[in-house]
C-alpha cells in the first residue's frame, strides 16, 4: 500500500531549538496538509499546500512556524524557536484531487 | 463557534458485540462527514464517510447514520472484535470550506476479549 511517510518518528528538544520535520506524500498526491494532534485539542489543521503552493495556513502560528513544499516529493515543518507547548503529534496528510486523505504516522514532539 | 464533539470519550465492549459510537456536530452548513479510525502509534485511517443528501451508508461491518435534524452523527459497528480497538473521530467538512476538516477529539473503543 502506499505511504505518507513522516521524520522523524520522535523528536525531543530544547527549548528555543529550531524542530524540522519531514514528509514525503504518495506520489500523485497534488495536496498536502500539516496537522498538529493533542489531547486537549484534538486535531488541528496548521497549513495545507496544492500543487506545491500554500493555500491555507491560518491555523499555524506565523511567527514561530514556517511549512514549504520545495518539490512534489518534500514538505517540511519547522518551528524555530521551539516551545514547551509545541509538544504535540504532528501529522502530514496527502491525498489526490477527489480522492481519500491519507495520514501519515506523525512525529511525536516534546520540547523541554 | 463551530464545534465537533463526542458524547462519550472511552467506551469498552464485548467481542462480538455491536458498537455505536457517537458524534454531535454544531454547523448546519457542514455537508461532508468521516469517520476515521487511530490506532495507537498511527494516523488517522478512513473508515466510512457519508454526504448530507445521504441518512444512512454502510461498509463492510461498519454503518454510519445522519440525523441532520438534530446534528448527529453514529458509527456503528458490526460484532466487533480486538482489532478495532482504537479511538475513533468523526470529522465534518463544509463544501465551501474546501478541504478545512473539523476533528471532534475522539472515543475511545476497548474490545474485551
Known amino acids: 500500500d502506499a505511504r505518507v511517510t513522516q521524520t522523524p518518528r520522535h523528536k525531543v528538544t530544547e527549548m528555543g531549538q529550531e524542530v524540522t520535520m519531514r514528509c514525503q506524500p504518495i506520489l500523485g498526491h497534488n495536496t498536502v496538509f500539516w496537522y498538529r494532534q493533542t489531547m486537549m485539542q484534538g486535531l488541528e489543521l496548521l497549513a495545507y499546500f496544492r500543487n506545491r503552493a500554500p493555500l491555507d495556513d491560518s491555523g499555524m502560528p506565523k511567527d514561530r512556524f514556517s511549512a514549504e513544499m520545495p518539490d512534489a516529493t518534500l514538505a517540511t515543518l519547522k518551528i524555530q524557536p521551539s516551545e514547551p507547548r509545541d509538544s504535540a503529534v504532528y501529522f502530514c496528510a496527502s491525498v489526490a484531487t477527489g480522492g481519500r486523505k491519507t495520514f501519515g504516522s506523525g512525529t511525536r514532539l516534546t520540547v523541554v | ?113
Request: net charge neutral; proline share 4%; charged share 15%.
Open chain 2, 1 to 113: 463557534g463551530e464545534s465537533v464533539g463526542l458524547h462519550l470519550p472511552t467506551l469498552s465492549v464485548q467481542e462480538g458485540d455491536n458498537s455505536i459510537i457517537n458524534c454531535a456536530y454544531s454547523n448546519s452548513a457542514s455537508d461532508y462527514f468521516i469517520w476515521y479510525k487511530q490506532e495507537s502509534g498511527k494516523g488517522p485511517q478512513f473508515i466510512i464517510d457519508i454526504r448530507s443528501n445521504m441518512d444512512k451508508r454502510q461498509g463492510q461491518r461498519v454503518t454510519v447514520l445522519l440525523n441532520k435534524t438534530v446534528k448527529h452523527l453514529s458509527l456503528q459497528i458490526a460484532a466487533t472484535q480486538p482489532g478495532d480497538s482504537a479511538v475513533y473521530f468523526c470529522a465534518e467538512n463544509m463544501g465551501s470550506r474546501g478541504n478545512q476538516f473539523y476533528f471532534g477529539t475522539g472515543t475511545s473503543l476497548t474490545v474485551i476479549p
